[in-house]
């Protein structure tokens, strides 16, 4: 089975932290057809590999990726990142250059030759110690109304712990291991981010929240998903994107 690819996860992580084309374009400074094309993996409106490493990186930034890791699956699935340009390949005379003799000194000659040597330095800067670091003028976030809230980290489990009962009541419990990469996306009742990102294959993570959380899945098929201590039935034979929300465990009538 193939990873995602990049254009279904930027396209999911968008609509999971609920982005039209238009916000993202505003936010990145890239334009919406272009946009469009990553979300259906069609990088020809980019001009080359250089600058589309860039625009992805740019919008997983705005629709909560990690953009380094994004940018690094991206080179796995289209041959690897391009090699870094000697500076010796990005000016090379080709011939020497004959001062001739004047009496006087040639300050046209000594003007081009200084400029000369800033250009040749200034590219040997980009070249040789920018690498992979481009910052783009989409390398924005997305300002948000709310107040910032750290994700909760994923918890692990000791071998019988119980929670309290107090807790228990009200305390949604969801617990994912992964079959292949895919993209989750998981926030609690009030809109708090749970976890947003490639959920990698064979790992497996708990998380709880209060009251309910909510969860989206872009291959609901590559996921086995418990909540509560249940297992969420029907995942393996979903197609694409799957949304679901999760409450608490219902009291047993006694």
Same mark, same amino acid.
């Given at each position: ?26 936010? +990145? ?37 990690? &953009?380094?890791? +994004? ?28 001062? &001739? ?20 330095? =200034?590219?040997?800067?980009?070249? =040789? ?7 783009? %003028?989409?390398?924005?976030?997305? %300002? ?26 009200? +305390? ?24 947003? =990102? ?7 993570? +708990? ?14 098929? %590559? ?10 039935? =029907? ?20």
């Amino acid at each position: 089975m193939q990873e995602q690819s990049i254009g279904a996860m930027l396209r999911a992580a968008r609509q999971a932290a609920g982005l039209t084309v238009a916000q993202v374009s505003a936010a +990145t400074r890239i334009r919406e057809a272009m946009i469009h094309g990553l979300e259906q993996d069609d990088y020809g409106q980019c001009g080359g590999a250089f600058y589309a490493r860039g625009h992805v990186r740019a919008v997983a930034k705005a629709v909560g990726l990690d &953009p380094e890791a +994004t940018v690094h699956l991206y080179d796995q699935q289209h041959g690897g990142a391009p090699q870094p340009m000697p500076a010796s390949a990005v000016f090379q005379a080709d011939r020497k250059i004959n001062l &001739p003799e004047r009496r006087g000194p040639n300050w046209t000659m000594a003007l081009g030759v200084a400029l000369a040597i800033v250009v040749v330095f =200034g590219m040997m800067r980009v070249v =040789g110690g920018s690498g992979d670091q481009v910052r783009t %003028a989409g390398d924005v976030r997305v %300002a948000s109304a709310r107040p910032s809230v750290p994700p909760n980290t994923p918890i692990t489990e000791s071998p019988g712990a119980k929670p309290a009962k107090a807790d228990a009541k009200n +305390t949604v419990t969801v617990r994912i291991k992964a079959k292949r990469s895919s993209y989750v996306s998981l926030h609690d009742a009030d809109g708090h981010k749970l976890f947003a =990102g490639t959920f990698k294959a064979g790992r497996t993570s +708990t998380w709880r929240a209060p009251d309910k959380v909510n969860m989206l899945l872009a291959d609901a098929a %590559a996921v086995t998903v418990h909540v509560n201590g249940k297992k969420v039935k =029907g995942l393996d034979e979903s197609a694409g994107i799957v949304r679901r929300s999760f409450g608490p465990p219902k009291p047993q009538s006694r």
